[in-house]
Nanobody
């Protein structure tokens, strides 16, 4: 089954950094707008960032604005999420997924609504703790 694959999660102390990576298995991140969605324990999924197909625009949830940076490397067929100044509230499972191309035409889902994404990966765990 074609899907995206996340990597780079782990355990980090508050204030630390991690870089997540999203690549394709049977499909290419270069063909879609790509978003990062996270789910904290006991909470609903939250869209936190997205980059358009062309890479001309990036979007962030208020909860991560100024701390996280999304980027593309088309030569490596990879989308990254650089996470700095991590907080305990950033703990959760992080997924990458594609913005539905038939609804958004290479743009990001409105307000980073998780329902606007498809082809979800299996997720990578991020734990922020001392």
């Amino acid at each position: 089954q074609s899907q995206f694959v996340e990597s780079g999660g782990g355990l980090v102390q508050p204030g630390g950094s991690l870089r997540l990576a999203c690549t394709g298995s049977g499909l290419s991140v270069d063909d879609y707008a790509i978003g990062w969605i996270r789910q904290a324990p006991g909470k609903e999924r939250e869209g936190i960032s997205c980059i358009t197909l062309s890479g001309d625009r990036t979007h962030y949830a208020a909860s991560v604005q100024g701390r996280f940076t999304i980027s593309r490397d088309k030569a490596k067929n990879t989308v990254y999420l650089q996470m700095d100044s991590l907080e305990r509230g950033d703990t959760g499972t992080y997924y990458c997924a594609a913005g539905n191309p038939l609804r958004f035409f290479g743009r990001c889902p409105t307000l980073l609504d998780p329902h606007g994404f498809e082809r979800w990966g299996q997720g990578t765990q991020v734990t922020v703790s001392r």
